[in-house]
């Protein structure tokens, strides 16, 4: 099977990279610089010979996109579209990755796949106008959000919290957000098998299950490195006021997955515990 990727050199595309090439796949792999993805003959001339296109590129500063909507718009509404109607002439599938953003954040149980979209920030109208074009374009598609996402091949929470714990004696961090830490290396495992159980079109979620609040990640982050979790103390989003609105929850749902018998991402704390190791790296060797 052949593999266009698209924001090959972030986070989630270096891990995709990674693990298609070890499953012996045929994939072209193409950062910013090698494609302008909002480029629509660059884009046409690319998407050729493949059987699936993954779209991992993306606008993903939230806070500038407050005021950069309309650039964060070609990057994550126009590209998508433009990828996902080269897909179609070139008889490939395609496959977008999405955020929890495109939801309100105001649930209080996980979000269906089939939810209503409320956007309350720049970049969650952009992912949404992103999904839509997809759809629009593509029969042949993929949707498949994410969120709070962490990896070794990129800025992370984990790496954040753990530079700031080395250099404080206290971390203050919220627990009035709720969602689910997601390893982008399970991210992109999930992806491969979507694909290569030909899963249907339509929208799916990646992320882990359960849930836990930004305060109660942190505590695990923190007893990675070796250190005592009570040096992490509860506060609120007020606290930390920022351009763009945060989900207060960000819980999605896998009932898409059960319903066609691919295995949802397991469990976060459970899957940190594999993660942390290769994401915090020298971090958590220092603190030790």
């Not at 969602?179 to 098998?193: C, K, N």
Request: glycine share 8%.
């Amino acid at each position: 099977m052949r593999w266009l990727v698209t924001g090959a050199g972030g986070m989630l595309g270096t891990d995709l990279v990674g693990r298609l090439t070890a499953a012996g796949h045929d994939v072209r792999a193409l950062r910013r610089e090698q494609l302008d993805v909002t480029d629509p003959e660059a884009v046409g001339r690319t998407v050729r010979d493949v059987d699936v296109v993954v779209n991992c590129a993306a606008w993903t500063a939230v806070d500038d996109a407050e005021d950069q909507e309309g650039a964060a718009f070609e990057l994550n509404a126009v590209a998508p579209q433009l990828l996902a109607r080269a897909a179609r002439a070139a008889g490939a599938r395609i496959v977008q990755v999405s955020t929890d953003y495109v939801f309100d954040g105001h649930a209080d149980a996980p979000y269906d796949e089939v939810a209503a979209l409320a956007p309350r920030s720049a970049y969650g109208r952009t992912k949404a106008a992103g999904e839509w074009g997809v759809r629009a374009e593509h029969d042949d598609h993929l949707v498949v959000r994410t969120a709070w996402l962490y990896g070794a091949h990129g800025s992370c929470f984990p790496r954040t919290m753990a530079k700031l714990a080395a250099e404080r004696p206290e971390l203050q961090v919220v627990a009035d957000q709720v969602g689910q830490p997601t390893w982008t290396v399970d991210v992109a495992d999930l992806i491969v098998r979507l694909v290569e159980a030909r899963a249907p079109s339509g929208t799916y979620h990646a992320t882990s299950s359960g849930q836990v609040s930004w305060h109660g990640f942190t505590r695990e982050i923190v007893a990675s490195l070796g250190k005592d979790p009570q040096m992490v103390k509860k506060t609120t989003s007020d606290a930390f006021v920022r351009p763009a609105p945060r989900p207060s929850f960000s819980v999605l749902g896998h009932a898409a997955l059960e319903r066609i018998g691919v295995a949802p991402i397991g469990d976060w704390a459970a899957r940190w515990r594999e993660a942390a190791p290769v994401v915090l790296g020298a971090s958590r060797a220092a603190a030790t």
